[in-house]
């Protein structure tokens, strides 16, 4: 069992955290926001009052941050991670950031002769909670590794992508695919209402013909076919809207620097970016079907 340091304690760190404990290993959690703190300590967690102190006697630094402006600073920092670790310890990043800022502080921690991974996840809030997420691995072989058995307390599906960077080449690419067919799903059923079809029916048809897709089948825009889905509770999130106009602002910026045609990307950004200024930001990406429909 391995000793951890947790930093990051929001709606995703805070449960990776206790299924981290839940299968034994030693973990101490530390947050710059004494909310995050006390909610983590309520809960029965072990908590630092200083990310020095969290880090100084473990084997294993795990984050789990907003962006790349926390992940630089809290590694990069003067009293930074990779100031305070031993050289031993393993370091996981767990946050969803561009590539260049990923690959800029996996070359420093490597500078420094400590391991280092790369691990955003897929899942959710609720994937967090019931241990069930999908890491995207970037690193070297070893240090993968050494972090599978960790990861694997947290998730069920690990896969290693490739070098430093890769795990968050492989999150942007996907959520990019993920925000343009939560918009092609949300067009389709405005249409079909438009055109009088029911919606179960077009649900019935396209779930099992060639319009079938994750955005569909499992996380339905419209109530009614999948009950599950954040439109059967008013698209109470889940995962904001906020949080994919991030991602495919990341996916944007990726496509920039490599001079890659991501045309329906950049389109799918400007109607989240829109949606967000009218008031969605808080909302399910889902939500966006509204949104969509008021045009
Ligand atoms: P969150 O805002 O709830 O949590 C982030 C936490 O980091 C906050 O508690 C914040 O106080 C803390 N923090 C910020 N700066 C810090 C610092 N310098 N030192 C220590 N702690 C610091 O966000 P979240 O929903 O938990 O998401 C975290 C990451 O996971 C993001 O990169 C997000 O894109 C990604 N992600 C989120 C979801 C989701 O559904 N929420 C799904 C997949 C990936």
Known sequence: MARIAFLGLGNMGGPMAANLGKAGHEVVGYDVVAAARDRHTAAGHAVAAALGEAVADAQVVITMLPAGPQVEEVYGGADGVLAAADASTLLIDCSTIDV?????????????????????????????AAGTLTFMVGGPEAAF??????????????????????????????????GISMIAVSEAF??????????????????TASGQCWSLTTYCPVPGPVPTSPANRDYAPG???????????????????????????????????????????ATDFSGIVRHLRRK
């Open 190 to 207: 405005n249409l079909a209402d438009a055109l009088g079809l029911d919606r179960q029916k077009l649900f019935d048809i396209s779930s």
């Open 100 to 128: 260049a800022t990923a690959r800029r502080v996996a070359e420093a921690a490597e500078a420094r002769g400590l391991a280092m991974v790369d691990a955003p996840v897929s899942g959710g809030t609720s994937g967090a």
């Open 239 to 281: 995962f904001t809207s906020t949080m994919m106009q991030k991602d495919l602002a990341l996916a944007a910026d990726a496509a920039t620097s490599t001079g890659t045609a991501t045309p329906l990307g950049a389109r799918a950004l400007e109607l989240y970016e829109a949606f967000c200024a009218a008031g969605g930001d």
């Open 145 to 178: 590794a050494r972090a599978e058995p960790l990861l694997a307390a947290m998730g069920k599906t690990i896969v290693h992508a490739g070098d430093a960077g890769a795990g968050q080449a492989a999150k942007v690419c996907n959520n990019m695919i993920l």
